[in-house]
């Protein structure tokens, strides 16, 4: 083995502060350094070019370049020694300049001590890193959209006009799912079927779209990259391709049963189709209810079918799709207010849903646009609304549900609009939230125009029974009491997860956050990525949100998905976790460690396996691991072993104690290099490893580095909540305590072990945090 | 050729000489070749160590100056010395001693209970306590290591075997998972569970909650305890990778009781994690006031 080492002084701004002198002497004596060559200007263009001659002529095959930070010219090394025929491997980086010069200015030789150091210890750990293989895997060009309501609809059309197939599973049997039955949509008033219709009719007739109505996802495993679904397209008793669409066999059926695309509040037959602009425009025999299949009695809808479509003996079909990506849009269900026990909502039928009220209204819907109170049919003449059911309620969810506010509004204007304008309408809300395009001005023109009541509420409010009609009795934020009689009253209840999002979440490996809804991998700048590679989310399965929101990330989740098709095919740099398997006890405790859900047993089980694709290096897998048999391929116990010693062992003079901070390389790293940027000063004793993650550190590891002769130990992570792999930097944070704990107890000081978790960017306070912990240390030791 | 064996007892129980005996049938085959020269449960040992030993296992920590004596003495005539069982491999239970001061311990014993109604420490003709418990390895040379409380008889008699075919014996480089039957850990249990509670059978114990030190642990005694519901309790000392047995538990459990780990006494932890291995492990070497000569 060969090592080159680059030595940069940055135009002097880092040898203004270091001895480049005795920098060069003592990288020279380094074991195995057999090329040390310094400039002023190694990130430009032409000595780069020459770095790839002198790589090549003195046939070095590992690289330290001691200079800035890895994060800013990185890649132009990587470019260069890839030229001459080098992985990523086989470089790595020794931060002189943001984290040592320019951080330690009135301190040049202690600054010199610390950069031999951290030189020392970038020879040793690319000695012990391996070259990265690269691996293509290829991607099949399919993508599979779970849930076909309007988010899912949308991602499809996006991706099929593309060229790309999209398998479409709706586990209904008619696409268009909640938005199909909304009669209108807000702040326009617009139709809603209108809007969704034509969308529905182009999912449906799509060449690059294969529709897959009433079919649940039962298994999804992932090979390489793809993903083999297993679907399971459920009997519907009718031959489709024989089926017209008539209805006869629906006007016919004896069998009442409970619309639940009327939340209820309508009967279906026991042969249906969901709403009358269904698509596919087929029928579908409920099994559950049917005589004919629960009895072997009736047969009516047979006998009428002129088609000759109806089949009984129909059974389950299962096929498995290999898709390259996939699309969560599995929408939500309304909150279930029956839990509530104040608002007595199953035992009053005057009390119903947004959704159950809309469905009354609707012109097209079962009642043909009627709208009466359900207990005794009058016409009713005060309608009260209650915001907020299910939302903003620390029994349920402390979310805000984001769409009820403007479905509210929505509802009480359509329903003076189309049936009484002298209807009285209240809505009782915590506060109207209207921050959408134009939706302060519906929510003007309801109290302006349609002379719809707004009254503000505290956390207290019930619904009681007044002489066969209800009353809302509620106190306001001033705590004054109030009571509304009302003929109906409306509940605007929550967005909850749909049913089998957890099943599905399980499947899949994608995190699901505290409401149950799936985990965006970023809420801000990657909101329609998953943490699962190849998956990705659209609509109100990531959380409550209206439709143009919906439609708005179904967008990108198709841009996403077919940007994930046409770059994934290209290889991958195989620079994950991996396992030794002589070593390797298959006790399984790195499996829930790792946030990518990369890791299972072999088929014997007698050792763990890393799945290629979607390990993400993070090294949670090393930390917890016993045995040492696994962790990231460069990042692995030897090279973090190496690094420690090439910090700690001896023969560096310098006044200086040294402190070893192991930071994370998402967004602590970033942080310490803007204080180097912007030279805020902290002691030179701290030097700094970079991990991919503090979840990466094991308390073997923080005690391992103390008995090397670390004065003390920093883990710089993440705040808790921020960690970019899930648990990574609570467990830092627990490893510290159980360390500090374990000294503590043995007698010595705990302050040895100190953990700092914040924001990124927050260059100023991580150089205070940096001298305080520093302080803490170097107290202890009575220096 | 017969091979001229001796076996020794220092701070210990004698459960490892009577996991000798337990090896059974195999052990009157091993006989035929074997010469026991020196065994105080069979063999006068009162006269001075015999010369030209071939094997001696040596069971029990070194506690006394007395132990220390005889080790160094046994290590003398020995061409090949096997530290036997957890005491004399890693310094075993008598090692948790070490999270106590050992004078203070001594005049408590001979102060304070009951019996010892005198009130005097001995001086004169017994052997005095070393400071530390100890470990064969950190008074003499040790040639090779069966550990286990007490260790497996299959593996005694293996390596035996093994040393009289003139061979050198291996132990295993795994750990207990490798041997367990039990299904496997594929999530975090979220709560621990106490010894005396019932697993559910055929699961892994880790995944149910009990502490189990299994994969930290090394192998070779064919998982006897948790096949049969009991969790490993660490008598193996660490498995070949290990940095440190107990700390390696620890750090598992970190992410299973954060807080609770977080407290742990010291006489819970060293019992706890490491019930065979304090005194030779890296907790023990945290703790101060503790000078091993």
Redesign the interface.
């Known amino acids: 083995m060969k090592i080159g080492v680059l030595l940069c002084n940055c135009g002097d701004t880092i040898s203004d502060t270091l001895d480049y002198e005795a920098l060069t002497t003592f990288t020279e004596t380094l074991p195995k350094v057999k090329h040390v060559e310094t400039r002023s200007d190694w990130c430009q263009h032409e000595p780069l070019q020459a770095l790839t001659q002198t790589l090549t002529k003195k046939k070095l095959d590992r690289l330290v370049v001691a200079a800035c930070s890895p994060h800013l010219f990185g890649p132009r090394f990587y470019q260069a020694t890839e030229e001459a025929g080098m992985t990523r491997g086989q470089i790595t980086f020794a931060n002189i300049r943001e984290h040592c010069a320019w951080v330690h200015q009135d301190n040049p030789q202690g600054a010199t001590a610390k950069a031999k150091r951290l030189i020392r210890a970038s020879v040793f750990r690319v000695a012990a890193q391996s070259p990265v293989a690269t691996k293509t895997f290829p991607v099949t060009q399919e993508v599979a959209v779970l849930g076909a309501g309007v988010a899912g609809i949308q991602a499809a059309i996006d991706l099929a006009d593309r060229g790309i197939k999209v398998h479409l599973v709706e586990k209904e049997p008619t696409i268009g799912g909640h938005m199909a039955v909304l009669n209108k949509t807000y702040p326009t008033l617009d139709c809603s079927i209108c809007i969704l219709g034509p969308k529905m009719a182009e999912a449906a007739t799509h060449p690059n779209i294969e529709l897959y109505p009433y079919t649940e996802l039962t298994d999804a495993k992932h090979i390489g990259k793809d993903w083999v679904l297993t679907l399971n397209k459920k009997a519907t008793y009718v031959d489709w391709d024989k089926c017209t669409g008539c209805m006869q066999c629906t006007e016919k059926c004896p069998t009442r049963v409970d619309d639940a695309w009327s939340w209820n509040v309508a009967k279906r037959r026991a042969i249906y189709m969901p709403f009358s602009q269904s698509v596919p425009r087929k029928v579908t025999i409920d099994a559950e209810y049917c005589k004919k299949l629960t009895n072997d009695k009736c047969g009516v809808c047979e006998k009428v079918c002129s088609a000759e479509a109806i089949a009984y003996d129909m059974k389950d079909e299962t096929v498995n799709v290999q898709v390259g990506s996939v699309i969560l849009a599995t929408g939500f269900k309304e909150f279930d207010p029956s839990v509530v026990p104040e608002l007595h909502y199953a035992e009053n039928p005057d009390v119903m849903t947004q959704m159950q009220f809309i469905r009354m209204m609707d012109s097209v819907g079962p009642f043909g646009g009627k709208l009466e109170v359900p207990s005794d049919g009058r016409k009713p003449e005060k309608i009260v609304m209650i915001q907020c059911v299910g939302s903003r309620d620390e029994r349920y969810s402390w979310q805000c549900s984001a769409y009820c506010c403007m479905a509210a509004i929505k509802h009480a204007e359509l329903a003076k609009l189309e049936y009484d304008p002298n209807l009285d309408i209240t809505i009782v809300a915590r506060d109207i939230r209207a921050g959408g395009k134009g939706f302060d001005e519906f929510y003007e023109r309801a109290k302006e125009e349609y002379n719809i009541h707004f009254e503000y509420r505290g956390d207290e409010l019930k619904v009681v029974q007044n002489n066969g009609k209800p009353a809302v009795k509620y106190t306001d934020p001033y705590g004054k009491a109030h009571s509304l009689p009302a003929d109906i009253v409306v509940l605007s209840c929550a967005m909850t997860p749909s049913p089998g999002t957890e099943e599905l979440a399980k499947m899949l490996g994608v995190p699901l956050g505290e409401l149950g809804f799936f985990e965006a991998q970023d809420e801000k700048v990657a909101l329609a990525r998953t943490n699962i590679n190849g998956v990705f989310l659209a609509g109100t399965c990531h959380g409550p949100k209206d439709i143009p929101e919906s439609v708005e990330q179904a967008g990108a989740a198709a841009e996403e998905s077919s940007v994930w098709l046409s770059t994934q095919s290209v290889s991958k740099e195989l620079d994950v976790a991996v396992v030794n398997k ?2 390797c ?5 790195c ?3 790792c946030p990518s859900q990369a890791i299972s ?1 072999n088929e014997s ?2 050792c763990v396996i890393v799945d290629e694709v979607r390990c993400q290096a993070c090294g949670e897998c090393m ?2 691991c ?4 696994i962790g990231p391929l460069n990042v692995n116990p030897v090279v973090l072993d190496a690094a420690i010693n090439g910090l700690l062992s001896n023969s560096v003079e310098g006044p200086e104690s040294v402190i070893v901070g192991f930071a994370c390389s998402e967004c602590m790293y970033r942080a310490i290099d803007e204080a180097g940027e912007e030279r805020l000063q902290y002691p030179a004793d701290l030097h700094l490893l970079e991990v991919p993650c503090t979840g990466s550190i ?3 590891k923080i ?2 580095t103390l ?1 090397a002769g670390a004065d003390g130990v920093i883990l710089f992570a993440c705040a808790s909540d921020l960690c970019h792999y899930g648990r990574g930097s ?2 830092a944070n ?2 510290a ?2 360390v ?4 503590r ?4 000081d705990p302050a040895a072990v100190q953990v700092v978790q914040m924001i990124g960017r927050e260059a100023k306070e991580f150089a205070a945090t940096a001298q305080k912990a520093v302080d803490a240390i170097k107290g202890r030791n009575g220096g | 050729m017969t091979v001229r064996i001796a076996t020794m007892g220092m701070a210990g129980c004698s459960g490892c000489h009577i996991a000798l005996l337990d090896t059974g049938v195999a052990l009157l085959d091993l006989l035929k070749d074997v010469e026991l020269v020196y065994s105080y449960p069979v063999v006068d040992t009162k006269n001075p160590i015999p010369p030209n030993i071939d094997v001696a296992l040596i069971e029990g920590s070194i506690r006394t100056d007395h132990d220390q004596e005889m080790a160094k003495a046994m290590r003398k005539q020995t061409k090949f010395v096997i530290a036997f069982g957890a005491c004399s491999a890693h310094g075993g239970v008598n090692g948790l001693a070490n999270t106590f001061n050992a004078q203070e311990g001594v005049e408590y014993v001979y102060h304070k209970t009951i019996l010892m109604a005198q009130k005097v420490v001995p001086h004169e003709n017994v052997p005095q306590v070393l400071p530390a418990d100890l470990r064969l390895s950190d008074v003499v040379k040790v040639d090779f290591v069966i550990p286990g409380c007490p260790p497996h008889p299959d593996e005694i008699a293996k390596v035996i075997t093994t040393l009289l075919a003139g061979e050198t014996p291996q132990l295993s ?6 041997e367990c039957p039990l299904e ?5 249990p979220d709560q621990l569970r106490r010894t005396h509670e019932i697993p559910e059978p055929e699961k ?1 114990l ?2 149910q909650g009990f502490l189990c030190m ?3 642990t090394r ?1 070779g005694c064919n998982a006897e305890c948790t096949r049969r519901g009991m969790p490993c309790t660490g008598c193996r000392g660490p ?6 047995q107990g ?6 459990l ?2 299973m009781e ?1 807080d609770q ?6 006489p819970r ?1 060293a019992s706890t994690f490491a019930r065979y291995t304090y005194a030779s492990s ?2 023990d ?5 503790v000078q091993k000569p």
């Open positions: 002589d070593v006890t298959a006790c399984g405790l499996i829930p460690s047993f089980k007698d930390a917890t016993p045995v040492d048999a094991s308390t073997p005690l391992k008995e609570r467990m627990s490893r305590q159980v500090r704990n374990v000294i107890q043995s007698g010595g | 480089k795994k750990s207990i998972c490798d496997r850990l594929t999530e975090i892994c880790l995944s299994g994969p930290a192998a498995s070949e990778t290990v940095w440190d700390v390696a538990m620890l750090d598992a970190a992410a954060e780990v977080a407290n742990f006494k010291l932890l890296k907790l070497n945290l703790r101060k006031g």
